[in-house]
Every structure is written in C-alpha cells, then in structure tokens.
C-alpha cells in the first residue's frame, strides 16, 4: 500500500483560492489536516476552511506574509499549537506583476524586490522555520509550486520567470540540505486556470503557446501532483512539469 496522507498535517501557503484551494481540499477529503495559510485573501480562506469542515475535514486558517520571518515563526507556532505536529509544507504562495516582456525599462527594483520576497524568500522562509518538526516524522516533505516559467524563462513578466527559476534552484539546493529525513520537490504548471489569468485569457493561451493535450490545466489537476510528490517516497530534488505538453 502506497503511502497515505491521513492524520498528517500539511501547511499550504496561498492556501485560500485556486492551486492552494484545491491542494488543501484535496488533503483534507484524503484525511489530512490542514493549515490554510493566507495573506490578504482573509474571506477566501474562511470560505476554504468551511468547504473543508462541511465535507467532514479539519482545517484552520492562519494569516502570515511568508516575506516576512517574524510572521512565519509566528504562523508555524500556531500550527502547532492546533494540530501539534507538522508533516508536509506546500510552499504555494506567489505573485507575480504583470507587464510587457520586452519593456525592460518598466521592470522597477521595487517589482524585482517585491517578487522575490514573496516568490523565493518567502518559500526559504516557510522551509526553515517548518523544516526542525518535519525532520521529527518519516515521510515529511515539502512541495514547491514554481512555474513553467522558471524553466522556459518566459512568463507573465520577466522578473516572475526569474523569480520561479530561483525557486527551482532553491529546491535542488533544499533537497540536498534537507536530506535524508526531508524530501522537497517542485511542481512547474503551464498555464492554470486561475483568477490570476481572469480577463487575460487570450494572453494566457498565447503564453501556453501549441499544448499538446490542447487544454488549460484546472487547479484541481495540479492539486492532485502535489499530493503524488508529497507521497512519492523515492522523489526529491525533482521539477516536475504540468503543462499539457507546453515544452514538448
């Protein structure tokens, strides 16, 4: 029997809407706990939590900036005050700024800063702080949720798809630091139907360029790779791509 995820505890930033709704109802409904870990999206995130405890799961939401560390620990202590143990981290949390590719002149120090404090800082910081109560149970793993992006270089803007590239990077160099009692993986989704993409549809098809399996992934499909690599016992260091053929 493959490994299960009940009676785990999963912590999953950005957990309230698309990708981080869908990963933690995913869990919940295969018996996990789970923290669901927002930063504005305060009413989304309740929604979330209440769709887990009508199905008959457990779930609390918690606010943390993960660019921020104090709010981190913060987070990751209240985790642990509820549950009392911590099993698998989705660092699932990002942002990204819109704007012309090619346009280098519109590409501020601010967007540059901003992207990688949530995108790739904020992932590091979720992973230390959670990383000492991962190492105290088998099977514990962190997921990364970066981007097709991050390996095409080509995405929504240009510091995005260098922030992503970053967090791929800082998976490789997680599961070596991390190993042997955690593994981190990295999931890359092409496009994704998500609010992200709401009114820039035609942009989003454009991005995903010919797809192979011509469709748009739903976060629902990519819920349920997160839930493969947070079980797959032999996997870590890997960037696993969904992306309908995308890069083919």
């Known amino acids: 029997m493959g490994t299960t995820v009940k009676g785990k505890v999963a912590i999953v930033t950005g957990g309230g809407t698309g990708i981080g709704r869908a990963v933690s109802l995913l869990l919940a409904s295969q018996g996990a ?3 669901v870990i927002y930063s504005r ?21 918690i606010r943390a900036n993960v ?25 699932n949390a990002g942002i990204t700024h819109q704007m012309t590719f090619e346009d280098l002149d519109a590409i501020s120090d601010e967007a540059w800063d901003t992207l990688y404090a949530v995108n790739v800082k904020g992932a590091f910081h979720c992973s230390r702080a959670a990383a000492p109560h991962l ?10 949720i970066g981007s097709i992006a991050g390996e095409t270089g080509y995405g929504s803007s240009l510091p995005y798809a260098v922030s992503k590239a970053a967090m791929h990077g800082l998976t490789r160099s997680l599961a070596r630091a991390l190993a042997p009692e955690i593994r981190v993986n990295c999931l890359a989704p092409g496009a994704v139907q998500t609010r992200w993409w709401s009114g820039k549809e035609e ?7 010919n797809l192979a399996l011509n469709r748009i992934s739903t976060p629902a499909d990519i819920a349920e790779t997160v839930l493969l690599l947070l079980t797959a016992e032999s996997m870590t260091g890997q960037i696993v791509k969904v992306e309908n053929g995308q890069t083919l």
């Open 135 to 144: 190492k105290k149970h088998t099977g514990s793993a962190i997921v990364n």
């Open 67 to 91: 660019a921020a560390d104090d709010e981190v620990a913060s987070m990751i202590d209240e985790v642990l005050h509820k549950f009392g143990r911590i099993d698998y981290l989705v660092n």
């Open 33 to 35: 706990m789970v923290a």
């Open 41 to 61: 999206s305060a009413q989304d995130a309740q929604d979330t939590v209440r769709q887990v405890d009508a199905a008959g799961g457990e779930a609390i939401a």
């Open 203 to 209: 942009k989003m098809r454009a991005l995903a360029g």
